[in-house]
């Protein structure tokens, strides 16, 4: 039997415990590193590890060995070993190297920010492409750490590693294996994103505008989506809660159907490469006619958290589409300053409460709005075998008069243009 790689191997009722380090350098505010290495804690607490200690390292500069100094290193080490612990995780990267020196010397299992994020999107993900997507990071990722699989022998790496015999060969064993799983799983999603195309096209034929429900991890964009639709979405108090696009339909104010997409959340310090890895995902975002951009307005790093969801939708090329700032969370809000300087923006800006359903109202309203400033009058003669073209104008547009003759229907009407080119062959002057 073939052996797996990465296999989870974890002993029942025990919980890993986890230090974590982060680093400061001279233009870095001390608050600044403090909240990041918070929200490595809640990262943390999400893929299932206790936090059970924590160090901020002041950086003149990185060393390349182990990141850190060889006597601060070694103060970490004790502590770990003091506190009994099974982990340590860093906030910055780590290089290949680096994790292997780190690992020897401590005889702990050490990982990085990015291995963080790589396992909790791995336990979340649900449909098969969010699983495929997950499973192509962690092997890109994991393809040049595999020599850290051979310097521990027979030691076991808790819940991410792989265990076997040491010896070159093995390596290269196991190098052409994850090399033939990483080009397996991009032959599967390029066939997923196949299939998406095509329910795209369906789309387009019984049209709806979209509206991508976009923010920062743990805004409260599901419950957002479950407080306007009634969908039966996962809503945890933790990151990254949700992975897998959950598209529903909600009626606006102007009688229009739009599709709201809830997507993945975005979050500080998300490589590069890993926005690549989940970009079939993340393109619900691209493909939006319109974005909700959610933000915790409760949060005292709101303004930050905002930034951090623009550069990954500028990333996506979605950043211009026309968008609604939903300031949700409010009903927790106690600065009504901070709450007016977070309302600044160049689109449509609306407060709310996904969670008590305050301000849903406004929004739907702004939705409409933007909805509205799509349409285009115009003057449509349906022959009679073509009532589907009235029950589409009726159903996408706003009927300003029609009129009904042997010939067909006449109709007057202000019309999404996204949607002309399906009724451009009877559209008269």
Not at 98 to 120: A, F, G, M, P, T
Not at 214 to 240: C, H, M, Q
Not at 404 to 424: C, M, T
Request: charge should be neutral.
């Amino acid at each position: 039997m073939e052996r797996r790689l990465f296999e989870v191997e974890t002993p029942e009722n025990s919980v890993e415990r986890a230090y974590l380090v982060g680093l400061r350098t001279p233009k870095t505010p001390v608050a600044e590193v403090e909240e990041h290495v918070e929200e490595l804690a809640r990262l943390t607490d999400t893929m299932g590890m206790a936090v059970v200690g924590r160090a901020i390292v002041p950086l003149s500069r990185f060393h390349p060995a182990l990141l850190v100094g060889e006597g601060k290193a070694d103060e970490i080490m004790e502590e770990c070993k003091s506190l009994e612990v099974d982990c340590v995780i860093f906030d910055d990267d780590l290089s290949p190297s680096q994790q292997r020196n780190w690992e020897k010397r401590s005889e702990l299992v050490v990982i990085d920010r990015r291995e963080v994020i790589l396992d909790i999107f791995a336990q979340h993900a649900r449909t098969r492409e969010a699983r495929l997507q997950a499973q192509l990071a962690r092997l890109e990722y994991s393809l040049p750490r595999l020599r850290r699989a051979w310097t521990h022998l027979e030691r076991q790496r808790l819940a991410r590693g792989a265990r076997g015999g040491s010896g070159e060969m093995q390596l290269e064993t196991d190098q052409r294996i994850v090399r033939n799983q990483i080009a397996q799983i991009k032959h599967e999603l390029a066939e997923v994103r196949r299939q998406r195309a095509t329910r795209r096209r369906r789309r387009e034929v019984k049209p709806a505008p979209v509206a991508a429900i976009v923010g920062y991890t743990n805004a409260g964009k599901s419950t957002l989506l479950r407080t306007l639709t009634g969908a039966d979405v996962l809503i945890e108090d933790k990151l990254f809660a949700t992975l897998d696009p959950t598209t529903r339909r909600v009626a606006l104010p102007n009688n229009q159907e739009l599709l709201l997409v809830d997507t993945v959340g975005f979050i500080r310090k998300l490589p590069h490469d890993l926005v690549a890895s989940f970009k079939a995902t993340l393109e619900e975002a691209a493909l939006a006619d319109v974005l909700i951009h959610v933000v915790d307005a409760s949060h005292p790093s709101a303004r930050a958290q905002m930034d951090a969801a623009n550069a990954v939708l500028k990333e996506l090329d979605a950043y211009d589409k026309p968008t609604v700032l939903a300031l949700n969370k409010i009903d927790r809000v106690d600065d009504p300053a901070a709450l007016a300087e977070l309302s600044i923006c160049d689109g449509l800006a609306v407060r709310i409460s996904a969670r008590t359903g305050q301000g849903l109202d406004e929004l739907l309203e702004a939705l409409a709005r933007l909805s509205a400033e799509d349409l285009e009058r115009l003057t449509v003669e349906a022959p009679p075998d073509r009532y589907d073209i009235v029950s589409l104008l009726h159903r996408e547009g706003k009927v300003l008069g029609e009129s009904y003759g042997p010939a067909g229907a006449r109709i007057r009407v202000d019309f999404p243009r996204r949607l002309r080119h399906i009724v451009e062959p009877f559209v008269r002057k």
